[in-house]
């Protein structure tokens, strides 16, 4: 049971380093309700009829917000200091096709995870 205990707590407290970083960024967001580890961000090329890697690598945080939009999410990007962020509205679609995670915003982007 001490063993998990310390696993745990590990966790937590790299939750806590991730969500002090985010709120860095935004102030508003409150808590991290979900993490990937690793993603890729892919746009697709409507001229070239195919999906095209960005510079865009890393964490993924799906987090809570204080203010509106109330949900939004996050790659903390591994390759440069941008970073990708998107509220989550009604304007966003997802689409699950496993293993990828497509979504489209406002701006008629489409992207996939």
């Known amino acids: 049971m001490r063993g998990s205990s310390a ?10 380093i991730s969500l002090a970083a985010l ?6 967001i409150n808590t991290i309700v979900d993490v990937a580890s690793q993603v890729a961000l892919y746009t697709y ?14 964490t993924l945080f799906i987090y809570t917000r204080l203010a509106s939009p109330r949900h939004g999410f996050t790659i903390m990007n591994r390759l440069s200091m941008e970073n990708l962020t998107e509220p ?6 997802f689409q699950l096709q496993d ?9 008629m982007r489409r992207s996939t995870l």
């Open 7 to 16: 696993g745990s707590s590990l966790v937590s407290k790299g939750l806590d």
């Open 23 to 28: 709120k860095r960024q935004d102030p508003y």
């Open 45 to 58: 090329n409507n001229r070239a009829n195919e999906w095209e890697k960005t510079e865009v690598e890393g």
């Open 88 to 93: 989550i509205t009604k304007d966003l679609d």
């Open 99 to 107: 293993p990828f995670l497509l979504y489209r915003n406002l701006k």
